[in-house]
């Protein structure tokens, strides 16, 4: 126990709150840089600080440290602005579950070699006193690297944001049909606007920050009052979805892009529609208004549009796109815009001649939006391929890539103070900081040509077996590196692999909802298992080796006899998708994972579900069970890792990431575990307090 710790456990709970709260104004108030430092830099206050006052009031504390008169030395200031950022990472997670507090500090701060950084994470290791994963390795993203912050609470795509003109709010647009309001800094969510009955595709705030307009696949817009998150009116018109809206810089009319091949021109005040634009033979995909009151389109018919709204003349068509124009976005001057196509290719215009003034080539894959910074300098794309880039306008060069998401990127916004927000196929939004938003590089290991869907070993280690996408599955000899051999019989994709005890045989599961059975000495495919209606997603084998279990789509398990490839019996009780199943060191019991956000625990002669494990929030995606039977560990989206006790079905022990967990696996030792996200990163952690649950149970 730390000195400060022992001071404050002296304190009554009102005091205790008042120290927390000013103790660090007042240490940089009277220039006292040395004890803000080791106050800031002392676990035990930040453990302390983020229960009583939250994660936002901690933060802060580091901004003291950095805007006062403090005096602090090069080193002793990296080392506050690592802890800061590293808190300022996991806002979102810590917000949830405060718990999270010590493996996320190590997770993002273990390879920082500072003393005072890793006497911080020591301290984190020691304060534990009950079961947690330790992380054996930096296994989250790095402190200050990639996104600022990420903002979490949408449950499907983000497909649009935009940014207040005071820079300070933000509005995200979802496929779960709502809009949310978001205070930047502090990464908080103000309100959540409900009311249209498809999803939401576009957002726009108009200039003096008190009205949004959203568009959305229910073919209408809405206008909002942001201040109190209230539906001002609905403007009807439109035959088919909404894409893209703009609104004029005076605020009184605005713009809407549709899949019916038209634009239309509403006032915001009455909801009026003034006209509507025709011009464009496929759908139109957005639209931008330059600050001289024109607008541009862009479209499937692969071009973009320049019109004048007040007259609703088309003034000139810009052609050069070989593919979907999907974005477009002016430059504040009005002089050039940058338009984004399916093909991966930008193009600079020139508004008042049409032409293109150059063509900026960084993809190969679909591009979803682009956005310009307020200087007219630099423009950031976002992109299918999960990334987005920021370019230099003027000469048009790529500066950096930005690679925090893991799915699609569908929209990106620029503020004022070099912000950006992005938005993704992957339910969150990130905050990027433009000026030094480093790329974040991983390492990976390089062997298939191709991606590779599941992998097993034999218990002897002398054997794998691989899956991969042409359908097929190669066996590979572990010590020479060789391939033996390639097995071919599934008619699609390969999920799932297994290895017998004995190495002698192995079970693949595949798309085509039959497992097959497989001699690895020979190749041959002994026998075909039929049953499933739908794709499978795993396959469990026994210890004895006689008995199977798969998992599938079709929300069963099925048990097989593995010598005669018979099915005895089907596990019902999920509701969605079963993606995993883990059979007991005993071969009594199994337990399954599924997208209806549970585990079940079965009795495998019998086929009766003995208990149905509750906690995760999303789809659970693999589980893994420890050698002595006793725990379990699952991985799911939610972004969690979860470690139960298998005899009283309870949650012990739980592990936040960034990115949702695709798998797991505990090491024989059954307190290492292992586990991928869908980042591509791989964590390592220790299962901490195991010798002391045993004896207090």
Same mark, same amino acid.
């Given at each position: 126990?730390?000195?400060?710790?022992?001071?404050?456990?002296?304190?009554?709970?009102?005091?205790?709150?008042?120290?927390?709260?000013?103790?660090?104004?007042?240490?940089?108030?009277?220039?006292?840089?040395?004890?803000?430092?080791?106050?800031?830099?002392?676990?035990?206050?930040?453990?302390?600080?983020?229960?009583?006052?939250?994660?936002?009031?901690?933060?802060?504390?580091?901004?003291?440290?950095?805007?006062?008169?403090?005096?602090?030395?090069?080193?002793?200031?990296?080392?506050?602005?690592?802890?800061?950022?590293?808190?300022?990472?996991?806002?979102?997670?810590?917000?949830?579950?405060?718990?999270?507090?010590?493996?996320?500090?190590?997770?993002?701060?273990?390879?920082?070699?500072?003393?005072?950084?890793?006497?911080?994470?020591?301290?984190?290791?020691?304060?534990?006193?009950?079961?947690?994963?330790?992380?054996?390795?930096?296994?989250? !993203?790095?402190?200050?690297?990639?996104?600022?912050?990420?903002?979490?609470?949408?449950?499907?795509?983000?497909?649009?944001?935009?940014?207040?003109?005071?820079?300070?709010?933000?509005?995200?647009?979802? /496929?779960?049909?709502?809009?949310?309001?978001?205070?930047?800094?502090?990464?908080?969510?103000?309100?959540?606007?409900?009311?249209?009955?498809?999803?939401?595709?576009?957002?726009?705030?108009?200039?003096?920050?008190?009205?949004?307009?959203?568009?959305?696949?229910?073919?209408?817009?809405?206008?909002?009052?942001?201040?109190?998150?209230?539906?001002?009116?609905?403007?009807?018109?439109?035959?088919?979805?909404?894409?893209?809206?703009?609104?004029?810089?005076?605020? =009184?009319?605005?713009?809407?892009?549709?899949?019916?091949?038209?634009?239309?021109?509403?006032?915001?005040?009455?909801?009026?529609?003034?006209?509507?634009?025709?011009?464009?033979?496929?759908?139109?995909?957005?639209?931008?208004?330059?600050?001289?009151? &024109?607008?541009?389109?862009?479209?499937?018919?692969?071009?973009?549009?320049?019109?004048?709204?007040?007259?609703?003349?088309?003034?000139?068509?810009?052609?050069?796109?070989?593919?979907?124009?999907?974005?477009?976005?002016?430059?504040?001057?009005?002089?050039?815009?940058?338009?984004?196509?399916?093909?991966?290719?930008?193009?600079?215009?020139?508004?008042?001649?049409?032409?293109?003034?150059?063509?900026?080539?960084?993809?190969?894959?679909?591009?979803?939006?682009?956005?310009?910074?307020?200087?007219?300098?630099?423009?950031?794309?976002?992109?299918?391929?999960?990334?987005?880039?920021?370019?230099?306008?003027?000469?048009?060069?790529?500066?950096?890539?930005?690679?925090? /998401?893991?799915?699609?990127?569908?929209?990106?916004?620029?503020?004022?103070?070099?912000?950006?927000?992005?938005?993704?196929?992957?339910?969150?939004?990130?905050?990027?900081?433009?000026?030094?938003?480093?790329?974040?590089?991983?390492?990976?290991?390089?062997?298939?040509?191709?991606?590779?869907?599941?992998?097993?070993?034999?218990?002897?280690? &002398?054997?794998?077996?691989?899956?991969?996408?042409?359908?097929?599955?190669?066996?590979?000899?572990?010590?020479?590196?060789?391939?033996?051999?390639?097995?071919?019989?599934?008619? =699609?994709?390969?999920?799932?692999?297994?290895?017998?005890?004995?190495?002698?045989?192995?079970?693949?599961?595949?798309?085509?909802?039959?497992?097959?059975?497989?001699?690895?000495?020979?190749?041959?495919?002994?026998?075909?298992?039929?049953?499933?209606?739908?794709?499978?997603?795993?396959?469990?084998?026994?210890?004895?080796?006689?008995?199977?279990?798969?998992?599938?789509?079709?929300?069963?398990?099925?048990?097989?006899?593995?010598?005669?490839?018979?099915?005895?019996?089907?596990?019902?009780?999920?509701?969605?998708?079963?993606?995993?199943?883990?059979?007991?060191?005993?071969?009594?019991?199994?337990?399954?994972?599924?997208?209806?956000?549970?585990?079940?625990?079965?009795?495998?002669?019998?086929?009766? !579900?003995?208990?149905?494990?509750?906690?995760?929030?999303?789809?659970?995606?693999?589980?893994?069970?420890?050698?002595?039977?006793?725990?379990?560990?699952?991985?799911?989206?939610?972004?969690?890792?979860?470690?139960?006790?298998?005899?009283?079905?309870? !949650?012990?022990?739980?592990?936040?990431?960034?990115?949702?967990?695709?798998?797991?696996?505990?090491?024989?030792?059954?307190?290492?575990?292992?586990?991928?996200?869908?980042?591509?990163?791989?964590?390592?952690?220790?299962?901490?307090?195991?010798?002391?649950?045993?004896?207090?149970?």
């Amino acid at each position: 126990m730390s000195k400060f710790k022992e001071r404050l456990g002296k304190l009554s709970p009102k005091k205790r709150l008042y120290a927390l709260e000013t103790l660090p104004g007042h240490l940089a108030e009277s220039v006292q840089g040395e004890r803000l430092h080791q106050l800031l830099t002392d676990f035990d206050f930040i453990e302390a600080k983020l229960d009583a006052i939250g994660v936002q009031g901690l933060i802060e504390d580091y901004d003291l440290a950095r805007v006062s008169d403090v005096l602090l030395s090069e080193g002793q200031a990296e080392t506050l602005r690592l802890i800061q950022g590293a808190i300022r990472k996991s806002a979102h997670i810590l917000d949830e579950d405060k718990k999270q507090l010590a493996g996320h500090l190590l997770g993002r701060l273990l390879d920082f070699e500072m003393p005072e950084i890793q006497a911080t994470l020591e301290q984190a290791k020691q304060s534990k006193d009950s079961l947690w994963l330790r992380p054996l390795r930096g296994n989250l !993203e790095r402190a200050n690297e990639g996104a600022l912050r990420t903002l979490a609470g949408h449950t499907s795509y983000v497909n649009a944001v935009a940014i207040a003109p005071d820079g300070k709010t933000a509005i995200s647009a979802s /496929h779960d049909r709502t809009l949310k309001i978001w205070e930047i800094d502090i990464g908080t969510e103000l309100r959540t606007l409900i009311g249209h009955t498809g999803w939401v595709s576009a957002v726009a705030i108009a200039p003096d920050g008190k009205t949004t307009i959203s568009a959305s696949g229910d073919n209408t817009l809405k206008i909002w009052d942001t201040e109190t998150g209230t539906e001002v009116r609905t403007l009807t018109g439109h035959t088919d979805s909404v894409n893209g809206v703009a609104i004029a810089p005076d605020g =009184k009319t605005a713009i809407s892009a549709s899949h019916d091949r038209t634009l239309k021109i509403w006032d915001t005040e009455s909801g009026t529609e003034l006209r509507t634009l025709t011009g464009h033979s496929s759908h139109v995909s957005a639209v931008a208004i330059a600050p001289d009151g &024109k607008a541009i389109s862009a479209s499937s018919d692969k071009t973009l549009k320049i019109w004048d709204i007040d007259s609703g003349t088309e003034l000139r068509t810009l052609t050069g796109h070989s593919s979907h124009v999907s974005a477009v976005a002016i430059a504040p001057d009005g002089k050039t815009a940058i338009s984004a196509s399916r093909n991966g290719k930008l193009k600079i215009w020139n508004i008042d001649s049409g032409t293109v003034l150059r063509t900026l080539i960084g993809y190969n894959i679909q591009l979803s939006s682009v956005a310009i910074a307020p200087d007219g300098k630099r423009a950031i794309s976002a992109s299918a391929d999960k990334t987005l880039k920021i370019w230099e306008i003027d000469i048009g060069t790529e500066l950096r890539t930005l690679t925090d /998401h893991t799915d699609s990127v569908l929209a990106v916004a620029i503020a004022h103070n070099k912000r950006a927000i992005s938005a993704s196929q992957d339910n969150t939004i990130k905050v990027w900081d433009t000026d030094n938003g480093n790329e974040l590089r991983m390492r990976n290991l390089i062997g298939h040509s191709d991606w590779v869907s599941a992998v097993a070993i034999a218990n002897d280690g &002398k054997l794998a077996i691989s899956a991969l996408p042409d359908n097929s599955l190669k066996i590979w000899h572990m010590l020479s590196l060789r391939e033996i051999r390639t097995l071919t019989g599934h008619t =699609k994709l390969v999920t799932a692999v297994a290895l017998a005890p004995d190495g002698k045989t192995a079970i693949s599961g595949s798309d085509d909802r039959t497992l097959k059975i497989w001699d690895t000495d020979s190749g041959n495919e002994l026998r075909t298992l039929t049953g499933h209606i739908r794709a499978v997603e795993a396959v469990a084998i026994g210890l004895e080796g006689k008995r199977a279990i798969s998992a599938s789509r079709d929300y069963t398990l099925k048990i097989w006899d593995t010598n005669s490839g018979r099915e005895l019996r089907t596990l019902i009780g999920h509701t969605r998708d079963v993606w995993e199943v883990a059979i007991a060191p005993d071969g009594k019991t199994a337990i399954s994972a599924s997208g209806d956000k549970t585990l079940k625990i079965w009795d495998i002669d019998s086929g009766t !579900e003995l208990r149905n494990l509750i906690g995760h929030t999303h789809s659970v995606r693999a589980v893994a069970i420890a050698s002595d039977g006793k725990l379990a560990i699952s991985a799911s989206d939610d972004p969690s890792l979860k470690i139960w006790d298998l005899l009283s079905g309870k !949650e012990l022990a739980s592990f936040s990431g960034d990115y949702g967990f695709n798998c797991c696996a505990i090491a024989p030792d059954g307190v290492t575990v292992v586990a991928g996200d869908r980042s591509g990163r791989v964590h390592f952690l220790r299962l901490e307090g195991v010798k002391q649950l045993t004896v207090d149970s």
